[in-house]
């Protein structure tokens, strides 16, 4: 099996080094992988750290952003991405690496075309997500 992760970016220098070393962890168990950042058109280093990381991981790729918004860049990511199935996965640490590799098992196992996980759900535990992000007023 082989997975694309699309990694949109916007001013992220700061999260970078620790979401680039959360996802080589998955390496060990899903070897056929590619590391899809778009960049939304950032105004700090972050286009430097990602050129810095694929000097050391040839996973990596790097593509600046067309049309700027989180939508643009997650579509771009898409269609640039090269592996047989994609997940989206935000840079900023509010997703699980062990989320997504529960959704590869599912995928994988199901052969399904998608697998879709929401923090907002029911049973679903939200810690230290920000309060203007999730709407609540």
Same mark, same amino acid.
């Given at each position: 099996?082989?997975?694309?992760?699309? /990694?949109?970016?916007?001013?992220?220098?700061?999260?970078?080094?620790?979401?680039?070393?959360?996802?080589?962890?998955?390496?060990?168990? /899903?070897?056929? =992988?590619? $590391?899809? +950042?778009?960049?939304?058109?950032?105004?700090?280093?972050?286009?430097?750290? /990602?050129?810095?990381?694929?000097?050391?991981?040839?996973?990596?790729? =790097? =593509?600046?952003?067309?049309?700027?918004?989180?939508?643009?860049?997650?579509?771009?990511?898409?269609?640039?991405?090269?592996?047989? +199935?994609?997940?989206? +996965?935000?840079?900023?640490?509010?997703?699980?690496?062990?989320?997504?590799?529960? =959704?590869?098992?599912? /995928?994988?196992?199901?052969?399904?075309?998608?697998?879709?996980?929401?923090? +907002?759900?029911?049973?679903?535990? $939200?810690?230290?997500?920000?309060?203007?992000?999730?709407?609540?007023?």
């Amino acid at each position: 099996m082989s997975l694309s992760i699309v /990694i949109p970016v916007y001013n992220e220098d700061k999260q970078l080094h620790n979401t680039v070393k959360k996802i080589n962890k998955i390496s060990k168990r /899903i070897k056929d =992988y590619e $590391i899809v +950042f778009i960049d939304d058109f950032s105004t700090d280093n972050t286009k430097q750290i /990602i050129k810095k990381s694929i000097r050391s991981n040839k996973k990596i790729k =790097y =593509y600046k952003n067309i049309k700027k918004g989180l939508g643009s860049a997650i579509g771009l990511g898409i269609n640039k991405s090269t592996k047989k +199935f994609v997940c989206i +996965f935000m840079c900023d640490n509010s997703d699980d690496l062990s989320d997504l590799m529960e =959704y590869y098992k599912i /995928i994988n196992k199901n052969n399904l075309d998608a697998v879709l996980g929401s923090r +907002f759900l029911k049973n679903s535990r $939200i810690t230290n997500y920000p309060i203007l992000k999730n709407g609540i007023k």
